[in-house]
């Protein structure tokens, strides 16, 4: 005679799943964690075109920065706005559709151009990108690589302050998500 043993089935100990309310809690411990409130208050009263961006803790190497974005709908937008910012753009050679897609170093929207990528921006290490239609700047600070601190944002005023006409072509937020502190996300730091 067969006998069927059926293993008895294990319980799980129930997972707690936070409410919305604590998964704030859990974003706001982690976005305040590095500066305080009042610290970041006074950062977003002086900073008019860059905006502080924490940290993607789900990336890594990600890290806090000053990040800008100025529209570049055109190549000589693009390099309107390279000339006045002191940026050289290089011109890499014509190859194939193909391994122009396949070299990142190469801008998406004109491959006979090079990435600009670590630089330096009126003497402040910078690293500038371009992505489709816009030019997008990140800024740290020169000691402390993953970190902003009073005196990167003392030194991006400075670097606010000879803008000048590129100011209206401002994208706000330059990143669109709650990792930025700017008006759409923190209005109240901005009223």
Known sequence: MWRLFIKPE????????????????????????????????????????????????DQTGDRDRLMAAFR????????????????ALETLPETDAA????????????????????????????????RPGRLVITISDADKPFDVTPRTVKSVEAIEARLGFLAERAIDPPLNDRHCLCPKFYPEYFA
């Open 99 to 130: 391994s122009a897609a396949a070299d990142r170093f190469r801008i998406q929207d004109h491959p006979n151009l090079k990435q600009p990528g670590h630089l330096k921006l009126f003497n402040l290490p910078a690293h500038v990108w371009v």
């Open 72 to 87: 570049v709908p055109s190549l000589e937008a693009l390099e309107e706005t390279c000339a006045h910012l002191g940026i």
């Open 10 to 57: 294990k319980k799980q100990p129930k997972r707690h799943v936070p409410t919305k309310e604590e998964q704030d809690e859990i974003w706001f411990r982690y976005f305040y964690e590095t500066h305080p409130r009042l610290e970041l208050k006074e950062w977003a009263r002086r900073l008019h075109t860059f905006r502080f961006c924490r940290a993607n803790a």
